[in-house]
């Protein structure tokens, strides 16, 4: 799998990161709508480590983008960017964490449970079966499941969605379990939240009220260790702000803003 995807036209001074771990491929509609008039990188992260991960991104910004770039990451994407600026500032002028993972680990606690509640009570049922599949290492269809967990976990998190388009390119289930296992780790430890001591571009996160991460994992904990932060919340918004019928239009205008 190519770990770059490219849009618009040189200079590339933006990239967009998608989540997962494990997932690449969801963020080309957010490439798309903003290559109008600028270049935007498209990272699909390969490696299945975490510290390989960070070095896969800081090669492809390197080689193949202009740096100081801004980094526009989504959930797991975001983490990831957090990381990287905290190691490299050099090159990159600003952050975007949309609907990031949390930065503590105590208020991760509830998020399972709330995906949960929000599924009908058969789609529950698959969703613990297809958990079990998950934390079987000798089960060959690991990647199925986590595909069809995902789009299960995309119904729950979502307040009133666009239809989606396919953009997942394939399913890692194995990168999934090898490099978020090495984040939650880190982040439990508080390692996670400590990177951003280093970081010294300025930090926008832009948040949905209906994410199942709840928005003071990511306003309350980075308010206190970055110098340069501002918190946007979106209203009837879930995961994907791009999807969201009513927080679609306001996402793309706090992100054009920020971009300049």
């Known amino acids: 799998m190519e770990n770059c995807r490219k849009y618009g036209r040189a200079p590339f ?92 680990e105590g208020y991760a606690a509830g998020i399972q449970a709330t995906r949960l509640g929000r599924l009908s009570s058969d789609e529950a049922v698959e969703a613990g079966a297809l958990l079990r599949t998950l934390d079987d290492p000798q089960s060959p269809d690991r990647d199925r499941a986590f595909a069809r967990l995902g789009g299960l976990i995309c119904r729950a998190d979502a307040y009133d969605p666009l239809p989606p388009p396919e953009e997942t390119i394939e399913c890692q289930s194995e990168i999934h379990r090898k490099v978020w296992g ?19 571009c300025p ?36 995961h994907r702000p791009w999807l969201e019928r009513a927080a679609r239009d306001r996402f793309y205008a706090v992100l054009r803003e920020e971009l300049g």
């Open 13 to 104: 001074g933006v990239a967009v990161v998608h989540g997962g771990p494990g997932a690449p491929g969801e963020m080309a509609p957010v490439a798309r709508e903003l290559a109008g008039g600028r270049g935007i990188l498209e990272p699909l992260q390969t490696a299945a480590s975490l510290p390989g991960q960070v070095a896969e991104l800081e090669t492809v910004l390197r080689e193949q983008g202009d740096p100081p770039l801004v980094l526009i990451g989504h959930s797991w994407g975001a983490m990831l960017c957090f990381m990287l600026a905290a190691g490299h500032p050099a090159l990159v002028r600003k952050l975007v964490l949309v609907s990031s993972g949390l930065f503590e």
């Open 203 to 238: 930090v926008v996160a832009v948040h949905g009220d209906y994410d199942p991460h709840p928005a003071d994992g990511v306003r309350i904990p980075l308010s206190g260790v970055l110098a340069d932060f501002r918190f946007v919340l979106l209203e009837k918004c879930g």
């Open 182 to 200: 090495e984040a939650q780790r880190l982040r439990s430890r508080g390692g996670l939240l400590a990177l951003g001591r280093s970081i010294k």
